[in-house]
């Protein structure tokens, strides 16, 4: 009789601990989503301040980036050459924009965040009366903190849909 008590004791220990080791991931898991939104919204708000200082902080050293059209197709490799093709991408919005910081507004439109471990996928949507910009960024955390790792880029225009 003494063995079955045993039992069932541990059998609710188990099933206690359990519990509580699902929750503290659930816990983990909304802290990660939710510095994961904070940290897409600081990356979009600095690209529409054109912030190079702030934006190029949110890349990791051996980052990689497919622009959209009308940029080179080819991948570009690593902060400093991503840097360099942003500046000239600012640089033109610049020349172009009526008026100064921000010089556009991205709203991230159908924003979705996937977890595993220190990975995220992020992806959303950015439309304005011309297209709509499909954005995927590829986050890894480095110490505490999250950084991209790729972004793809590429727009559609509006006219096809």
């Not at 510095?35 to 934006?55: C, G, H, I, P, S």
């Amino acid at each position: 009789m003494t063995d079955k008590r045993g039992i069932v004791v541990a059998i609710a220990l188990l099933t206690a601990l359990t519990s509580s080791l699902c929750a503290d991931e659930t816990a983990d898991e909304i802290r990660d989503r939710a510095a994961v939104e904070a940290f897409t919204r600081k990356f979009l708000r600095a690209f529409e301040d054109l912030d190079m200082a702030q934006f190029i902080t949110c890349f990791a050293e051996d980052a990689t980036v497919f622009f959209p059209v009308p940029e080179p197709p080819e991948r570009v490799r690593g902060k400093q050459a991503i840097r360099q093709r942003f500046e000239h991408v600012f640089a033109v919005i610049r020349n172009t924009a009526t008026s100064g910081p921000p010089y556009h507004h991205l709203v991230p439109e159908d924003l979705s965040i996937e977890l595993s471990g220190n990975t995220a996928v992020v992806s959303f949507h950015l439309r304005n009366e011309q297209r709509i910009g499909r954005r995927t960024l590829v986050l890894t955390k480095v110490n505490g903190k999250w950084l991209i790792r790729h972004l793809h880029a590429s727009n559609v225009p509006t006219e096809n849909r």
